[in-house]
C-alpha cells in the first residue's frame, strides 16, 4: 500500500489534488461536495455518519445526499497511477508484488458469490462486502471477478438485488449496491486511461449495461413502493441506487438509450419526489432525455412538475440542483407535451424566471431562457403571455440584454421580446421604456 500511495503522488504538483482532505491519503473514489470539495467516498461517508453535518473544509451544511461522484477526478487518479507505473517499471525491475496477479481473494470471491442463496439474507450480505472490498482493491482485481466463470456473476448478483428489494432486505441491497459500485463504477470503463473493462467490448457493452440499468430500475422501484417489511427501506439505500443509475446512464449511448423502459422515468420521478438523492435523479432523468423518444416518456412520469417543485423547495445557495434541473426542463421543452406540463404548473414559468441571472452559470441563465422561448413560442397560448408578463418573465429577459450573458443567449431573449412585444407593450406588468429600449 506505500508503495501504490509513494507511485500515485510521485509528482509533487499532483498530491494536493488527488489526496483526500479527510484521511490526508491518495483518493480511490472521489466524491465532490456543493462547494466544489472532492474527499474520498469513504472518508467522507465515515465523517457525515459519525454525526457531523457540515462539510469539514468550508463548514457548511452537508449530507450525503449532497455528494456527487467525481468521475474526472476518478480518471485522473487512474491515469496518474497508472502512467507513474508504466515509468517505475520501464527503469527497474519491478519487485513481485508491484504488479498484481488476479489474486486468489477474487477466485474465492467468485466461487462464493455463485453458490450463495438469494434466500440466505445474511451469507448475502457477509459474501458481497467481503467481495465489495476486494474489488475496492486494484483494476486487476475487479477484471479477475467480472472475467471469471464466463461473466455470469454480475448478472447473478442483480438477481440477487432485485429479490432483496422486493423484500425490503435493506442490508443485502446496501451490500449489492456496495458491490456493484466498487466492481463497474470504480472498475475503469472505455474512457478511463486503464486497460478497459471486460463490460465495454464493442459487442457486449450495450446488454450488459442495459441489465444493469433494468436491474437498478427494478429494485428503485421495490424500494420507493408503499409498506415493506421491519423498517422499510431507508433513504439513504434508495439514494444509493438512483447515484448509481445515474452513474450507469452516463455511460450509455443512444442503443441504450433508445431502450429505457417507462418504468425507470417513474421510478427516478419516484426518487427525486421522495428527495432521495434528487439532484442525481434528474441528472439521471437529463441523460435519458438526450434521445428524443424519452422526452414524452420524462413527461408522463410528471418529471417536469418535480423539477418544479424542487427548485420551489430548495435553497437558493443550491446552485447545481437548479442547473441540473432548468437543464432538464429545456430538454423537455423541445417536444409540444413537455412545453404544456412547464406552463401547467402553476409556478413553473414564476420559478423559471426566479432563477434567471440568479445563480452563477451560464449554463443555468441559457436553460432558462431556452424554457421562457420555448413556452414563448409563435404558437403560445394568450394565457402564457399574461403570465410571463405578471411574474416577471419578461422583464428578466429585459434584463438579459443589459447582464454579461453570451450572445447567443441575448440574441434568443431578444428574438423572444420583438415576437410578442405587441402583447407585453400594453402590459401594466411591463415597463414599456425597458421593452423599447432593447429591442
Not at 137 to 155: E, F, M, N, T, W
Not at 314 to 337: D, H, I, K, Q, Y
Request: net charge neutral.
Amino acid at each position: 500500500m506505500v508503495e501504490e500511495e509513494a507511485l500515485l503522488l510521485g509528482s509533487s504538483g499532483m498530491r494536493h489534488h488527488l489526496t483526500c482532505p479527510i484521511s490526508l491519503q491518495p483518493m480511490q473514489d472521489p466524491v465532490t461536495s456543493p462547494a466544489g470539495i472532492s474527499y474520498d467516498r469513504r472518508a467522507i461517508e465515515r465523517w457525515l455518519g459519525s454525526g457531523h453535518a457540515t462539510c469539514p473544509v468550508t463548514g457548511h451544511p452537508l449530507s450525503l445526499a449532497d455528494l456527487t461522484p467525481n468521475h474526472t477526478l476518478r480518471r485522473l487518479i487512474q491515469s496518474h497511477y497508472y502512467h507513474h507505473h508504466l515509468s517505475a517499471s520501464s527503469s527497474t525491475t519491478p519487485p513481485a508484488d508491484r504488479e498484481p496477479q488476479p489474486p486468489d481473494a477474487a477466485a474465492d470471491v467468485v466461487k462464493k458469490l455463485l453458490s450463495v442463496s438469494p434466500s440466505s439474507s445474511g451469507a448475502v450480505v457477509d459474501v458481497l462486502r467481503a467481495a465489495a472490498e476486494v474489488a475496492s482493491r486494484s483494476h486487476v482485481a475487479r477484471r479477475h471477478i467480472l472475467c471469471d466463470a464466463a461473466g455470469v456473476v454480475v448478472p447473478h448478483v442483480l438477481r440477487v438485488l432485485v429479490s432483496s428489494a422486493e423484500k425490503k432486505d435493506v442490508a443485502a441491497v446496501d451490500a449489492c449496491l456496495a458491490f456493484l459500485r466498487a466492481l463497474l463504477i470504480s472498475g475503469g470503463g472505455a474512457d478511463d486511461e486503464l486497460p478497459p473493462s471486460p463490460l465495454a467490448a464493442a459487442d457486449t457493452a450495450a446488454r450488459h449495461l442495459l441489465d444493469l440499468v433494468n436491474a437498478l430500475t427494478d429494485a428503485l422501484v421495490a424500494l420507493l413502493a408503499p409498506g415493506g417489511g421491519a423498517g422499510g427501506p431507508t433513504p439513504t439505500t434508495a439514494a444509493d441506487a438512483v447515484r448509481l443509475l445515474d452513474s450507469a446512464l452516463e455511460s450509455a449511448d443512444a442503443a441504450v438509450l433508445s431502450r429505457l423502459r417507462p418504468e425507470l422515468f417513474h421510478a427516478l420521478t419516484a426518487a427525486a419526489r421522495a428527495r432521495a438523492a434528487p439532484r442525481a435523479a434528474l441528472r439521471a432523468l437529463l441523460r435519458a432525455c438526450h434521445v428524443s423518444r424519452n422526452r414524452l416518456l420524462a413527461v408522463d412520469a410528471g418529471a417536469a412538475h418535480e423539477a418544479v417543485e424542487l427548485e420551489l423547495d430548495s435553497s437558493p445557495r443550491r446552485t447545481t440542483t437548479t442547473e441540473v434541473a432548468l437543464a432538464l426542463l429545456a430538454e423537455l421543452c423541445l417536444c409540444a407535451e413537455g412545453r404544456a406540463a412547464v406552463t401547467a404548473h402553476p409556478a413553473g414559468i414564476a420559478v423559471v424566471a426566479r432563477r434567471l441571472l440568479r445563480v452563477s452559470s451560464a449554463a443555468a441563465d441559457a436553460s432558462a431562457v431556452q424554457v421562457l422561448a420555448s413556452v414563448a413560442g409563435r404558437a403560445a397560448a394568450p394565457e402564457t403571455l399574461r403570465e410571463m408578463a405578471r411574474v416577471g418573465a419578461v422583464g428578466k429577459l429585459c434584463c438579459v440584454l443589459q447582464a454579461d450573458c453570451d450572445a447567443g443567449v441575448k440574441d434568443v431573449a431578444r428574438q423572444v421580446l420583438r415576437m410578442h412585444s405587441g402583447v407585453w407593450s400594453g402590459s401594466p406588468c411591463v415597463s414599456a421604456y425597458l421593452l423599447s429600449r432593447y429591442l
